[in-house]
């Protein structure tokens, strides 16, 4: 089983590894560090060397409460990132719900379109269904704005599935191939604790929605609940979570702690495959 991710087909087989590099100076997992694209630009370097598989590079951030930033902002940020990354050979994922700026991203050298509204804005999967790039169709209750204001479902796991299931269609009916799709529960995204837990208890159901499957844990307030701890401090509650989200199904686990997440992949590796 592969990824076809761009020009770059990437196996399955073994849990891959998606570095996060915000480019923005509000984000609630490292504070705005690498708000600057040369800064950005070193840091994915950091990550790449570390081990990361494919680096998602965002300039929009989509915290509980975050602003929306313009077009030109947007592109300022992200696009000399991408351009350089993909100019030396890197799977490049664009985190964006803007078509232009998928469009423009592509044409940079990206590798996956990653949208936290699973391309259902106007002219969303147009932008890419023509295009060779992978995409991440993730599921959100509600905006950014808004979505952990009082989250709730009848059945968190059935419901998300369900609009999983549809984005899935739709985008195959917009002509993108199963082997290009990612699917993503969406963490936190207008989801309680318990959401969280639930979802990263039933992930090995989402599996069965075909292509790969996208756990992002890392850094998110459901650890900081957890262990009373601020965004900086939850690299050992992302490692434990990123284990667990591959343990229960997940393809790609998408961390801020490259490093320390492929030494406790390393060590699960072992135990699972005897390598
Ligand atoms: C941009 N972004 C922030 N968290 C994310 C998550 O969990 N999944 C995906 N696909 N993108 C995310």
Redesign the pocket.
């Known amino acids: 089983m592969h990824l076809q991710c761009g020009r770059f087909k990437l196996s399955l087989e073994r849990p891959l590894v998606m570095g ?1 590099v915000n480019v923005t100076p509000d984000s609630f997992s490292d504070g705005g560090l690498h708000a600057d694209p040369q800064q950005a630009l070193a840091h994915a370097r950091r990550l790449l060397a570390e081990g990361a598989d494919i680096i ?1 590079v ?1 300039g929009e951030s ?1 915290r509980p409460g975050a602003i929306a930033v313009a077009l030109d902002e947007e592109r300022r940020r992200v696009l000399p990132v991408i351009e350089a990354l993909a100019a030396s050979g890197v799977p490049v994922s664009v ?1 964006t719900r803007k078509p232009q700026l998928m469009r423009e991203a592509i044409g940079a050298g990206a590798a996956m379109i ?1 949208d ?1 509204t699973a391309l259902s804005g106007p002219a969303a999967l147009e932008a890419v269904a023509r295009t060779p790039v992978a995409v ?1 169709l ?1 599921h959100m209750q509600g905006d950014p704005g808004t979505m952990q204001a009082n989250p709730s479902y009848r059945d968190v796991v059935l419901e998300v599935r369900e609009y999983l299931a549809g984005r899935v269609a739709a985008a195959e009916r917009a002509g993108i191939a199963r082997d290009r799709i ?1 699917v ?1 529960p ?4 207008g989801k309680t604790v318990d959401h969280n837990l639930a979802l990263l208890r039933s992930l090995g159901k989402f599996r069965s929605l075909g292509g790969a499957l ?4 890392s850094r ?1 307030a459901m650890l900081g609940k957890l262990t009373g701890r601020e965004p900086l401090e939850r690299v050992h509650a992302s490692v434990a979570a990123a284990l667990l989200a591959v343990q229960n199904g997940a393809h790609i686990v ?1 961390v801020h702690d490259v490093a320390a997440t492929r030494d406790a992949l390393a060590v699960w590796l072992a135990v699972k495959d005897g390598k």
């Open positions: 996060v998602d965002g989509t985190d990653n936290v991440c993730m990612v993503d969406g963490f936190g995204f996208l756990a992002g844990l998110k998408r």
